[in-house]
Structures are given as C-alpha cells and as structure tokens.
C-alpha cells in the first residue's frame, strides 16, 4: 500500500507540473507570487508527509491528544504497537485514495485546459466528490470496527 500511496503522490507531483506549465502566476497577499499548481504540489507534498509521520506521533505525544475510540485500551503501552500498525495501514489507504482521486480530478483539469471550447464535463468532478464522500464515510466505519476492543481485552 506505501508503494501505491507514494506512486499516487508522485503521479499528481508530475501532473501538478504539467498544469504548473500552463497557468498564469498569481499574486498572493504579500507572500511574493506562485501558481496554482506549485500551490497543490506543497499541499500533496504537506499531505505526504502529515500521512507518513502522523503514526510515530503515537509515541512522542500524551494520550489525551488522540481521539480514537476505546483509548483506554489502544493507548496502553502494550498495544501502541498494535495501534500504530492499525493507524498507517488506515492513514495509507486513505492517503492513497485521496492521491487517486485527486489525480483524476487533475487529469479532468487538464484536458478542460487543453480544450477549452469543450464544454467542462463537471458529471465527472462531480462523481469524484461523490465518490470521495462515499470512501470516507466506508473509511471511518472501518476505522471504528478496526478499533473495537478485542473479546476478552480489558
């Protein structure tokens, strides 16, 4: 799954660079100018990172910052392990179909950029959020079934 997340990272690195290509620079409020496009690849770049390291958090950071269901027994020192394990693998698939996603929105992007008589197709950004929506809904149930406490675990 890590692999796939950071081809997904890198696939939208090389179409924000594409798109980086053909947009104007815009001024931003005192901060010098950047274009869109540079914009997004610091956002994926910030998302990559936040998805990667927010797992070893798990051991820098006090209990009461973490929001998880049944912290008393997933925060105990004998299964952090075991909840850092269930947060990546959780964090890496959202990740990676966030990276997706986003990746076919650009793709849209891009050809509307590239045709610009067409008509924008907005059926297909449209279903992504849909779809997007629908993931994170199946993401969170997952996340609270991952985190049930097992039979005979107090």
């Known amino acids: 799954m890590r692999l796939l997340f950071i081809a997904a990272y890198v ?8 798109l980086l290509r053909q947009q104007p620079t815009c001024l931003l409020a ?4 950047a274009t869109p496009a540079a914009i997004l690849m610091a956002l994926y770049t910030l998302l990559l990172v936040a998805i990667l390291l927010a797992p070893r958090l798990l051991r820098r950071c006090p209990a ?10 997933w925060l105990q ?9 269930k947060i990546q693998a959780r964090l890496l698939a959202f990740g990676t179909v966030a990276f997706l996603i986003l990746l076919m929105a650009g793709l849209l992007v891009l050809r ?18 849909v779809f997007f929506l629908a993931y994170s809904v199946y993401w969170y149930v997952a996340f609270l079934r991952d985190f049930r406490v097992p039979a005979g675990g107090e």
């Open 30 to 33: 005192g901060h010098g100018s």
């Open 77 to 85: 020192a004998a299964h952090r392990a075991e909840t850092e394990r």
């Open 112 to 129: 509307f950029r590239q045709a610009p008589r067409l008509q924008p197709e907005w059926w297909g950004l449209r279903g992504l959020a």
């Open 11 to 18: 696939a939208n690195l090389v179409l924000a660079g594409a």
């Open 64 to 73: 009461r910052w973490f929001g998880i269901p049944h912290p008393e027994y």
